[in-house]
C-alpha cells in the first residue's frame, strides 16, 4: 500500500500536518490539529527511506508500545498511533515549554540553579520508574519544561519496560544510546536498573556545573568503557564554588556500579534539595583524579565492577518459556511458514505464560552493496516487520506475549544462534526446506541451528515435503515435526 506523503497541509487519519518541527535521520515531527481534540498536538513520523538504521525502526515500533501505557505531568499525554502496515505515526501532546538544550549556550550555570534542576528531573524519574520504564537516553534534548516547571521526558525509542518485549536489547549486539550519558552497566548490554539514568543525571549535573563532559563524548566502544576505570576530574577542581554537598550528589550518581548509587530516584531527589542531610564522604572532599596506580588496578585487575546477565530472570517457569520462532518470509517457503503457525499454535495451547518471539533474517552479502528498498520503493526492513506480524495474527496473542525482530546478517544459522544465546530462549521452531546439492554440500540453516543451540530445538517441514535435514531417510515424505534436545 503507498503511504501518504507527509507535508504541511497533509490530512493522516483525521490528523492535519501542520509546519515542520524537527526532521532527523530517524523520525521527522510536525505540529498537528484534529477537530476532535483541543490540545497542541505533535505527529512523529519514522523515516523509511533507503539507508536508514533498522534501530530507528525497531525504537519507533518500541516507542509506540511504551508511550501509551504511560500518563501524568511527566510524559506528554498518547493520542494515537498508525499501523506499521499502512502508514506508521505516533501522535502526543505539544508540550508548550522549552528543552534544556538552550542551558547549552549558558555553561557553566550557577550551582543553585544545577541543584534546582536536579531535583525536577530526579523527581520526573521516580514517577516513569514507577512506571516501570527506565529512559536509557536522559540528555538535554529529551527533557521539556512545562510552565509549571515540571519536567517532561520524551522519546522512548531506548527505553526498556518492565514488562514488554526489550526490542532494542535482544536486536542490537552494540550498546545504543547517547555516547557522553550512558551508564557502564547500559554500554555493557545490561538495560534493566533504574539507576542507569541516575548516571546520566549526574552526567548533565557535572556538565552543566562546569561545562566540561565529565567522561567526553567517545564515539567508540573503547572510548566508552573508560569510564568503568577512569573517574572524572571532581567538579570541585573545576569550580571551586561548588558545595562539598553537590559534589558529593554528583560523584555518587557517577559511581561506576549502580549499586553504589542512590537507591532510586526519590533519594536522589530529596538529597539534592535537602543539603543539610546529605552524609559527606571522601566524595566530596576529592579534588583530584583517583591516582595511574589505582586506575590501573580497576583496568587490568579485579575490578569490583560486573553485571547481572542480559536478562534478570535467572529461570523461566516452565509454564512460561520463550519460544523463539524463526520464520523464512520467501514465497516458496510459505508452506513451512504455515506449518510453523499450525505448531506455535500447537504449543500455546499448552504454555498459556508462553512467550513467542518471531525472528526473521535479513540476509546481507558479504562482499555487495544491500539494497535498503524493494522494487515498490518500502523499506524492506519495514516491509519484513509488516509481514512477520501478518504472519502472527491467527495466534491471537496479547501485547507483552509477543514480539517481532528483523535481523540483518550474513550467517542466518549464527544470527538465530547469537540471538537464542543472547535472550534465554527455552525452545527455538524452525523450519527445514526440502534437500538440494548445495544444501548438502554446505549444510543447512536448521541443521547448523539445532547442532549448536543452547536448547531444545523443533524443525517443522511442510505437508508432503521431502526431509533433508531430520528424520527419515532422505527421499521419504513427512509432515511431523522433529524435535532435537
Known sequence: MNRARIETGTTLDGFVIGEPIHRGGMASIWAATHPAIDIPLLIKVPVMSEGVDPAAIVGFEMEQMILPRLSGLHVPRYVAQGAFDIQPYLVMERIPGPSMLPFLNQLPLPWQSVASLGTRIASALDDLHGQHVVHLDVKPSNLLTRPTGDIVLIDFGLSHHDELPDLMGEEFRLPYGTAPYMAPEQILGYRRDPRSDQFALGVLMYFFLTGIRPFGDPQRLSGLKRRIWRDPVPPRRLRPDCPPWLQEVILRCLEVHPAWR??????????????????????????????????????????????????????????????????????????????????VARMLSTLPGARVACLN???????????????????????????????????????????????????????????????????????????????????????????????????ARSRRMRTADFGPEAGEESDAPWTVG
Open 262 to 343: 542512590y537507591p532510586t530516584a526519590a533519594h536522589l531527589a530529596v538529597s539534592l534539595q535537602h543539603p543539610d542531610q546529605v552524609k559527606l564522604t571522601a566524595r566530596s572532599k576529592k579534588l583530584k583524579q583517583d591516582p595511574f596506580t589505582t586506575v590501573l588496578r580497576r583496568r587490568f585487575g579485579d575490578h569490583p565492577f560486573s553485571i547481572p546477565q542480559a536478562k534478570t530472570p535467572a529461570r523461566h517457569d516452565r509454564d512460561a518459556p520463550i519460544l523463539l520462532v524463526a520464520i523464512d518470509l520467501s514465497p516458496e517457503a510459505a508452506p513451512i511458514a504455515e506449518t510453523l503457525r499450525i505448531m
Open 361 to 459: 533474517i535479513l540476509k546481507q552479502g558479504r562482499i555487495t552493496l544491500d539494497e535498503t528498498l524493494d522494487a515498490q520503493g518500502r523499506n524492506i526492513h519495514h516491509q519484513r516487520l509488516v509481514e512477520l506480524r501478518s504472519w502472527a495474527i491467527p495466534l491471537d496473542l496479547e501485547e507483552g506475549r509477543i514480539s517481532f525482530h528483523v535481523i540483518e546478517s550474513t550467517d542466518p544459522a549464527s544470527a538465530i544462534l547469537h540471538y537464542a544465546n543472547a535472550n534465554h530462549v527455552d525452545h527455538l521452531v524452525i523450519g527445514a526446506r526440502a534437500s538440494s546439492l548445495r544444501r548438502s554440500l554446505l549444510g543447512s540453516v536448521s541443521s547448523q541451528v539445532a547442532a549448536q543451540a543452547p536448547c531444545t530445538v523443533t524443525v
